[in-house]
């Protein structure tokens, strides 16, 4: 019954991210903003709903055991960026490796890629320096918080800012496909993308949620701490938004929007999200924890290089993937 659930529950969320593309893309091409913008921003942020509402979800409405409940906010914020630095560019070779080969490369706009890298580097650099400041000290705590709630809005601020001079470059978004409510008689107009997104987002937070409930069971029976469920299985099925989206952009040649996804998720859970953990949780430096941290920082190092050095080929990302299986190793060794 469990794996019947978990498995319904995938095909929602494989369904919705269809329906979720597909009017984002309608949406960028309408509003004129280039195809790094609509990735960095609207699909990372409308795609991450899922796993923003677990920590949330567990800090403030989760069981009557306190611990536990920060034990799944926690790894709940740091499996995030985690999945999307390591396994999720991982994935990207293997949806493109039979199209491209090994030796293929990636085309994503490099400048955009650049800022959600370097803003992510240092947010969650920051974030990481926070495990280390002690619990009593609230209000150096809060100062980091509010720093990385800052760091965001800034990031936002310049990302938009940069999507004109994108467009009149050739980077705008563009629709290839008709909406599907369009191919059902609606009119193809801002109201009918609007009820698109709205419906994929429901979807898309419905699918996860399911399939969260699933793999709890799962892990129950499997005897999993709640720190490890949080950590390594919560993120399978919150980040799947995030890596089926990009799957399917980086298929269509859609580098840009499919690597801005993930950079721009990754910048949207390296800041706001851990600001969170920091002032609400105890925030400490646990061995899975701080491999998770370090980890992800390697992961989007290694990207940061690659792109400073003239572009990413598709046997690169794999290095990513073995990052992911590297942390496995270590936590359930």
Do not use: C
């Given at each position: ?55 949330l979800l567990a800090i403030f409405a989760g069981t009557e055991n306190a611990s536990v409940n920060e034990e799944i906010g926690v790894g709940a914020i740091l499996g995030a960026p985690l999945m999307l630095a390591t396994l999720a560019m991982g994935l990207l070779a293997i949806a ?238």
């Amino acid at each position: 019954m469990t794996i019947m659930l978990m498995l319904s529950m995938l095909v929602v969320i494989l369904v919705a991210s269809e329906v979720f593309v597909n009017a984002l893309e309608h949406l960028g091409d309408r509003l004129k903003i280039s195809e790094g913008a609509t990735g960095s921003l609207f699909a990372a942020v409308g795609t991450a709903l899922p796993e923003t509402m677990v920590p949330l979800l567990a800090i403030f409405a989760g069981t009557e055991n306190a611990s536990v409940n920060e034990e799944i906010g926690v790894g709940a914020i740091l499996g995030a960026p985690l999945m999307l630095a390591t396994l999720a560019m991982g994935l990207l070779a293997i949806a493109t490796f039979r199209a491209r080969g090994i030796q293929g490369s990636f085309k994503p706009e490099i400048t955009g890629m650049r800022r959600d890298l370097n803003f992510f580097l240092l947010a969650f650099l920051l974030a990481a320096v926070a495990m280390f400041v002690p619990h009593q000290q609230a209000v150096v705590r809060l100062g980091i918080g509010l720093t990385l709630v800052l760091i965001y809005f800034i990031y936002v601020m310049l990302t938009l800012r940069a999507s004109a001079a994108l467009v009149e470059q050739g980077h705008g978004t563009e629709a290839d496909e008709p909406m599907f409510l369009a191919r059902i008689g609606l009119p193809q107009n801002m109201v009918t993308i609007l009820l698109q997104l709205a419906l994929g987002l429901v979807l898309l937070v419905a699918g996860a949620k399911g399939f969260i409930h699933g793999v709890e069971q799962a892990a129950g029976i499997l005897g999993i701490s709640a720190l490890l469920l949080a950590l390594i299985i919560v993120p399978v099925a919150t980040e799947l938004p995030e890596k089926v989206n990009s799957i399917l952009w980086v298929r269509r040649n859609k580098d840009t929007l499919a690597f801005g996804n993930l950079t721009g998720a990754m910048v949207f859970q390296g800041t706001l999200l851990p600001a969170i953990g920091i002032m609400l949780t105890p925030w400490e430096p646990r061995e899975e924890v701080f491999a998770g941290i370090v980890l992800t920082l390697l992961g989007a190092l290694w990207l940061r290089l690659l792109i400073s050095r003239g572009g990413i080929k598709v046997w690169h990302v794999i290095f990513n993937g073995f990052l992911y299986l590297t942390y496995l190793a270590i936590v359930l060794a």
